[in-house]
Structure formats: C-alpha cells, structure tokens
C-alpha cells in the first residue's frame, strides 16, 4: 500500500505553500480534494498536472472505498479548500481507515486558519482550545457558550461572515459585553483584516460595516483576562 499524504495548502496567499508540499503533490498517482475546482486552481498556477477527485462530507463513505484502491497504485495525497486537512474537514475518517489498514500516512505541514490568527490576536497563546464552528441553532449556540464561559484558555472557532454578528450577540448576552475577543478575516489576504476589542466594541464596528466577508476566525479571551 502506498503512502496517504495529508497536505497542508494556503489559506490566502499563495506564496505560503512549502517546497515540500508542491514536491509531494508533484509526485502522487492521486491528489483528493474538498474542491477540485478550488485545488485546480492551485495546482495550476504551479503547474502541477495530477489526476484530481472530490473528497468532501457527502461523499465520505462511497470515497473511502476509491482511495484506499488507489492507494494500492502508488502514493495518495489529501488536501482541504485551505490550511490543513482534516481540521474542521471529514479527513478523520479516512485517516482511521488507512492506519486500520496498516497503511502509511504523513503529514506535509503548512498554513493553519486557527494558528495564523492566534499568534496575532493579543490573546495569551500558552493555552486553547479549537472548536470547530459554533451551532447554528440558538439554543445550542447559548449552550455553547455557556459551556465555554469559565474557561481559563483561549476559545477559537471558525465562523461564517454570514452569522458573526449573531455569534457575537450570543457572546455578549452570556459572557458579557466587556469580554475580550479577536475577529479575523481574510487573513493572509490583500484585505487582511483584524478587529480586537471587547464584544461590545467589535459587535459595534462590524454593525457599521455592514455586509462582510471572507472567512473568519473568531477568538474569545479566557474568562479572567
């Protein structure tokens, strides 16, 4: 069985991809994406020229079968939209299968969302916690937070532009309004954009803003900060 390659790829700036990762993804029989059209793109621009297959939360269990196949023709390698596989993506899964199998599987690190805006955000970095994406629904939302309120670390989670002034209002009703957080956007891009404040002072600024977009991390300070 060949080797399963977990790449990491850029989260904006497409100069941030390692000599290690084109090297890897130069060389595999398969490269299985989030979005092909996305990687293509990627792999375009550096001239990579790799069979591409789709590898997203749909299609899990019927793509498992195809990449261990693969993986009997030569070396594999993963890739998410951006940052590194398998975090907040179903990469998990094909992982366990592969180890199940006594197969190989190496990482190729790189650019990571979560890591990227904490080392800029002010907040203290010695301890925290990822936590995926918040709920989408009100009340587990609520829940969420309320779990999240005492902790004595730094909270981190991915976020839709669509829905950060709604998380940001649940904050402010369970945490309080003077609790510390960190909006970033875009990061790595041309409209790199970090917002540090308390909930009240962020909530406001992204209100006037009005529409917003880009991919967003949202940080919230630990509870005695």
Known sequence: MGTLFIVSTPIGNLD????RALGTLGKVSIIFAEDTRRTGKLLQHFGINIPLKS???HNVEKT??????????GAVALVSDSGTPL?????????RE??????KVVSVPGASALLTALV???????????????????GQLRKEFELVSDREETIIYYESP?????????????????????VARE???????????????????????????????????????
């Open 120 to 138: 800029v955000s002010g907040l203290p970095t010695d301890k925290f916690s990822f936590r995926g994406f918040p709920p989408k629904k009100s």
């Open 98 to 103: 592969v180890i199940g199998l006594g197969g």
């Open 87 to 95: 975090i907040s993506d179903p990469g998990f899964k094909l992982v």
């Open 64 to 73: 498992i079968p195809y990449v261990i196949s693969s993986l009997q023709d």
């Open 162 to 182: 669509y829905r950060i002034t709604k998380t940001l209002s649940a904050i402010k009703e369970i945490l309080g309004e003077d609790r510390k957080v960190v």
């Open 16 to 19: 941030d991809i390692s000599a």
């Open 187 to 225: 990061l790595t891009k041309l409209h790199e954009e970090i917002f540090r404040g308390t909930v009240n002072e962020v909530l406001e600024i992204l209100l006037h803003r009005g529409k917003i977009k880009g991919e967003i991390v949202l940080m919230i300070a630990k509870a005695r900060f």
């Open 55 to 57: 590898y997203h939360e």
